[in-house]
């Protein structure tokens, strides 16, 4: 006899209560279990009506991403979701054609989905530049200029900001800026670590109390652990105040590799004007410019970097990259309500100029900080590139 699939009772076939999903009949003891099982069909079509509209996204997606590089945990959402799926082999396969409706990809646990899971909690978004002639900072200087904004406001008294060392060209020396000096010489990306939280405790013991701080997720989580975890130095320390102003971060390099790398493509540091990262290459200015694959910079990527799944700062006020604007502009994540309110406050007294940022360029960070994300479910594959397996 077959067995009701709700309350498990056994049901005679010949019952008034039935219902077919998957091509498959089942078979009920009442109205009330045949109403709860319908249920679930009613939400994958509810789901499938309100993707329909989206992006397609077929089960090939969800194969690479997931089940070929052996992420997939056997859960089975994928299978419950989709009458063409079954599970052969191990792993989820098609029986029958895909339509690439997307309910599957969008049920899987391993699957990064949402806008707030890839970049954080954001309250609005904006693309900017400068308006400070002087500012000659990467991505429209924006960084820079909010550093000046908030000092000459009176609004931070400090801020712990990275400099490039003038005896070790490249090499990054995080210092405490108290003048507009010192923060125009921060202006520009240095693609190596830079040990920012010896200076920001500095600057609190010398009285310091409203603070700026510049850095990528990596530092940006840092203070903010200081400040919540409850063994946190800064956790019970009421009386400085630290504006996070994080940066977009793909990738770091080890100093010493990347100057090897640069010489041996006759690029000496001291030369070097700029380094950027766009759109998956190298650049760098010195007399001439030069751009490299990014993958030619691998061996010497920090080990760190191949962990962390954090493009975009997440927990700063602001976030700033150049991802989604144009040339010469910053993308900007406005996301606690200070933050919002000081990025605001500098574009009305004419530090920054501020234009919202189209869903089109939105969509370019979304990307980027997907890419970032699902990096860790590559490392085995990375691993053994790197040992020429």
Request: hydrophobic fraction near 35%; glycine fraction near 8%.
């Amino acid at each position: 006899m077959p067995v009701d699939p709700i309350c498990k009772m056994q049901v005679d076939e010949k019952t008034p209560f039935k219902s077919i999903y998957k091509n498959k009949e089942y078979y009920f003891c009442s109205e009330n279990c045949k109403k709860k099982f319908d249920e679930l069909d009613k939400s994958v079509i509810r789901v499938r009506r309100s993707l329909k509209d989206k992006e397609k996204i077929s089960f090939g997606k969800l194969k690479r991403e997931i089940i070929d590089p052996g992420i997939c945990t056997l859960c089975g959402a994928c299978v419950a979701s989709c009458e063409v799926l079954t599970v052969a082999g191990g792993k989820p396969v098609l029986k029958g054609p895909c339509t690439a409706c997307g309910v599957c990809y969008n049920q899987c646990p391993r699957t990064i989905t949402t806008e707030s899971s890839l970049i954080g909690n954001v309250r609005d978004v904006f693309t900017a530049k400068t308006m400070l002639p002087e500012v000659k900072g990467q991505d429209g200087g924006v960084v820079t200029s909010m550093l000046l904004y908030a000092l000459e406001e009176g609004l931070i008294d400090s801020a712990v900001v990275t400099v490039k060392s003038e005896e070790e060209p490249w090499w990054p020396m995080p210092i405490i800026a108290q003048s507009r000096e010192d923060i125009l010489r921060s202006a520009g990306s240095i693609y190596v670590h830079s040990m920012t939280m010896e200076t920001l405790m500095s600057a609190i013991k010398k009285g310091s109390r409203s603070i700026g701080f510049v850095g990528p997720s990596c530092n940006i989580d840092a203070v903010n652990k200081m400040q919540n975890s409850p063994y946190g130095l800064l956790h019970m320390f009421m009386r400085a105040n630290i504006l996070k102003l994080g940066l977009f971060c793909m990738d770091t390099f080890d100093y010493k590799g990347l100057k090897q790398f640069l010489e041996e493509k006759g690029i000496p540091l001291p030369t070097i004007r700029e380094m950027k990262i766009r759109k998956g290459k190298f650049q760098v200015k010195a007399d001439v410019e030069h751009i490299f694959p990014l993958s030619d910079l691998d061996v010497h990527r920090n080990g760190s970097c191949t962990v962390c799944t954090d493009l975009t700062a997440e927990k700063s006020d602001l976030s700033f990259g150049g991802v989604g604007s144009k040339e010469g502009y910053s993308t900007v994540l406005a996301r606690t309500g200070l933050g919002l309110e000081l990025f605001q406050d500098a574009a009305d007294r004419g530090y920054i100029k501020i234009e919202p940022l189209e869903r089109h360029d939105l969509e370019k960070v979304l990307h980027q900080a997907k890419a970032k994300k699902v990096q860790m479910y590559m490392i085995k594959k990375r691993i053994e590139k790197g040992k020429g397996l």
